[in-house]
């Protein structure tokens, strides 16, 4: 097996002590299917092209220009020597500003997760960091220039390594408020806040990956067998779209408690046995009464 290739190599600084690592990509989609795009007529790949947008002409690399529009049809040219100078300047350190307590930072902030261990020498400090980390239940805030630009991460101790997680900028994290604004203001309490923790209570698991499927990616690799071999797959009927229901009654369904249509069948079922009951009864006492007046006529 080919050993990972580092994608930053640098060094950790923490106070004044400082170490070699290595990062390496923690997650990637290198390994689900990809299409080429290709003429139907003929089969060959499709060759991506830039075109002048209102001549049509074809325009090559060297005649490429970045560009910012400032407004409709007007833009401002940038060259590649400008855009290069506007890249921070690195030392290849990621010094640690803070540690802070695990779970502070939200969820939304988490970009991309890097793994982090010692390159070369420096073991020893990798560990001091590390389990320092896992005895305080603390991670680091700790910046540097990553892929052109000043990035923060957030280490975490993780099995023997560290696992650094590249942080969204504020302004690219959207306000929820925007997101929530239409929720209506209900407080939820009583037999369905119960039925609802009851079913959290039975449902309760662990979080194991290997569990989830990536179901499109199998299908498609079903899908591409199947060519291959001259098959054809049957069509798959449209799941049947889900049809409200009362809230009440779907908990009670899910705690496994009988529904109030259950109850209400019930109920009459029991009204009608009570009803042949009351008519058998009714019937016989009628049948008692004329047997004994024939007795009494033939006596």
């Known amino acids: 097996m080919v050993a990972p290739r580092a994608n930053w190599k640098g060094f950790i600084k923490f106070g004044e002590v400082a170490?070699?690592?290595?990062?390496?990509?923690?997650?990637?989609?290198?390994?689900?299917?990809?299409?080429?795009?290709?003429?139907?007529?003929?089969?060959?790949?499709?060759?991506?092209?830039?075109?002048?947008?209102?001549?049509?002409?074809?325009?090559?690399?060297?005649?490429?220009?970045?560009?910012?529009?400032?407004?409709?049809?007007?833009?401002?040219v940038l060259e590649p020597e400008e855009v290069a100078a506007a890249i921070p300047e690195s030392d290849k350190t990621l010094k640690v500003e803070a540690f802070i307590p695990f779970d502070e930072v939200d969820d939304v902030y988490f970009d991309k997760p890097y793994y982090l261990a010692p390159d070369k020498m420096g073991s020893d400090a990798f560990k001091l960091l590390r389990d320092g980390m896992k005895k305080a239940k603390v991670a680091a805030i700790a910046r540097t220039v990553l892929f052109r630009r000043l990035r923060t991460l957030l280490i975490r101790p993780h099995g023997k390594g560290l696992v650094g997680s590249t942080l969204n900028f504020d302004y690219e994290v959207r306000s929820s408020e925007k997101a929530f604004e239409e929720m209506p203001d209900l407080k939820i309490q009583g037999e369905m806040l119960d039925l609802a923790k009851h079913i959290i209570n039975t449902k309760k698991?662990?979080?194991?990956?290997?569990?989830?499927?990536?179901?499109?990616?199998?299908?498609?690799?079903?899908?591409?067998?199947?060519?291959?071999?001259?098959?054809?797959?049957?069509?798959?009927?449209?799941?049947?779209?889900?049809?409200?229901?009362?809230?009440?009654?779907?908990?009670?369904?899910?705690?496994?408690?009988?529904?109030?249509?259950?109850?209400?069948?019930?109920?009459?079922?029991?009204?009608?046995?009570?009803?042949?009951?009351?008519?058998?009864?009714?019937?016989?006492?009628?049948?008692?009464?004329?047997?004994?007046?024939?007795?009494?006529?033939?006596?």
């Open 19 to 76: 170490f070699p690592v290595a990062l390496y990509t923690a997650a990637s989609t290198s390994e689900r299917i990809a299409f080429h795009t290709l003429n139907r007529k003929t089969g060959n790949r499709v060759r991506r092209e830039f075109v002048d947008g209102e001549t049509g002409d074809p325009v090559e690399r060297e005649d490429q220009v970045k560009g910012f529009e400032i407004e409709d049809g007007r833009y401002v």
């Open 205 to 299: 698991g662990e979080f194991d990956p290997k569990q989830f499927d990536d179901r499109y990616e199998a299908a498609v690799a079903e899908l591409v067998k199947a060519k291959i071999e001259g098959r054809t797959l049957p069509k798959k009927k449209a799941p049947p779209a889900p049809k409200p229901s009362d809230l009440l009654q779907a908990l009670r369904e899910s705690a496994g408690m009988a529904t109030p249509a259950k109850t209400k069948r019930t109920a009459a079922n029991a009204n009608a046995g009570k009803s042949r009951q009351k008519a058998a009864r009714a019937s016989t006492t009628k049948s008692r009464g004329a047997a004994g007046a024939h007795q009494r006529r033939a006596g």
